[in-house]
């Protein structure tokens, strides 16, 4: 394994309150050395960082990978490729597959191609209920065991509140967190967006907040009551934010999530019946992206994840109420948060980085979200001012559905190193 030796880059690790023009060393798949003049050891690689940006390797808690099961839409090599593209060195794979990730052997497999693919880390999330039919517990030590670190049904509720209850309480035992997909069936069934004044112009059923709200207030007091971690998926809410906030207050062991598309568009998009702007929870109204956006700023909410959902052309180009929901993210999601977030002002870059490498790392308990000597060589080297347009047919991705074509976004990684190695440089 080749050193590499990144000169004169603006370094910033939140975890160590770092932010300075040095030099970052990396040997032996760990971070050696960060500090200025280091050297240029013969054998090393050495890549030029003025201008650039270094950083811990960014980390998506909430990916889908569709392997096995939808292996034409994305494999763990194909999302691990365009996670790479993305500054992504560490992703948590969902395990609504076919079959669902709810055993051993299927977390073992998810483990195994993401080693035979060699890129970013993928670490496979079990399911909280066999099937993910929400009535039986999957055995979360055979889970944890063979790799998974942290469980969750997403793409489908825990309805049971007796289920999650009983779920929060045996995490506990693993030192896992319950990941839920916030979403009351009984309120959002047959609905196809946001319920407000787009879905009654467009003429389609609507899911309100509260379908979202109900139930981030349920796991909220169920993980108060049983001690357990709760955290929260792709929040879309005013409400679900403030929720949050409230039990934070209280000292209860819950964690949020929002997605790129949830704090840049709202409902406005599925204008003209877009389905790649159809999604779950759906995209909500100007007010509740603002309070995503809010949420970000203070630390109510505690990372930005993709909710990476590759779908087919074919299966995107239906009526909107057959459509499936979802949109790829891994390769906008830095340039959008820089955009929407950093060259607004509403969060400084370090902040950014402490949302989208630091906390993911920290919630999960995951190697990286750090560069401290000794620690995993997971680096980003990122070009914060670097203009560029969305051009879905230049992804790494196996699907192309994105409601950001043709959108210029500010600032995009130039490369990714994981375990020591280059794994994605932008134009090689």
Not at 20 to 27: F, W
Not at 187 to 215: C, F, N, Y
Not at 255 to 271: D, M, Q, R, S
Request: with cysteine; charged share 25%; proline share 6%.
């Amino acid at each position: 394994m080749r050193p590499i030796l990144i000169t004169g880059a603006r370094i910033i690790d939140p975890s160590r309150d770092t932010d300075e023009v040095a030099d970052l060393y990396l040997a032996e798949g760990k971070v050696q050395a960060l500090g200025r003049d280091l050297g240029r050891p013969d054998e090393a690689l050495v890549l030029d960082g003025a201008g650039k940006v270094v950083a811990p390797g960014l980390i998506d808690l909430h990916v889908h990978l569709r392997e096995p099961g939808q292996e034409d839409v994305e494999t763990v090599a194909s999302g691990a490729m365009a996670a790479a593209a993305g500054g992504f060195s560490a992703v948590c794979a969902m395990p609504n597959t076919d079959p669902v990730t709810d055993n051993q052997a299927a977390v073992g497999f998810i483990v195994s191609q993401a080693q035979r693919a060699g890129k970013a880390r993928v670490y496979p999330i079990g399911a909280i209920s066999l099937a993910q039919k929400g009535q039986q517990l999957a055995e979360f030590g055979e889970l944890v065991g063979a790799g998974a670190v942290a469980v969750s049904d997403d793409g489908k509720p825990v309805a049971s509140s007796h289920l999650m209850r009983t779920a929060l309480e045996y995490a506990r035992t693993f030192g896992i967190p319950v990941a839920d997909h916030c979403e009351d069936p009984t309120l959002s069934a047959g609905g196809a967006m946001h319920e407000g004044l787009v879905s009654t112009r467009l003429g389609l059923k609507g899911i309100p907040a509260a379908a979202e709200e109900i139930m981030v207030a349920r796991d909220i007091l169920l993980a108060e009551h049983t001690g357990g971690h709760v955290h929260l998926c792709h929040m879309s809410t005013r409400g679900s934010v403030e929720l949050i906030r409230r039990g934070k207050e209280k000292g209860i062991r819950v964690t949020a999530e929002a997605c790129p598309h949830h704090f840049a568009l709202t409902h406005e998009a599925c204008e003209g019946y877009n389905t790649n702007a159809k999604m779950n929870p759906p995209l909500r109204e100007p007010e509740d992206r603002e309070a995503i956006r809010q949420g970000l700023s203070d630390g109510t909410i505690d990372v930005i994840c993709t909710d990476h959902a590759p779908h087919h052309y074919d299966a995107k180009e239906r009526e909107f109420d057959d459509a499936p929901n979802g949109i790829i993210g891994l390769e906008t999601a830095l340039g959008l948060a820089l955009t929407e977030l950093v060259e607004s002002g509403l969060l400084t870059l370090p902040t950014l980085i402490q949302r989208m490498s630091v906390m993911p790392a920290r919630i999960f308990g995951l190697p990286g979200g750090t560069l401290a000597p000794g620690a995993a060589a997971d680096v980003v080297i990122l070009d914060p001012a670097e203009r560029w347009v969305v051009e879905p047919a230049e992804f790494f991705s196996k699907s192309r559905n994105t409601p950001f074509a043709g959108r210029e976004l500010r600032g995009r990684a130039a490369a990714t190193i994981v375990r020591g190695h280059i794994v994605y440089q932008r134009g090689d």
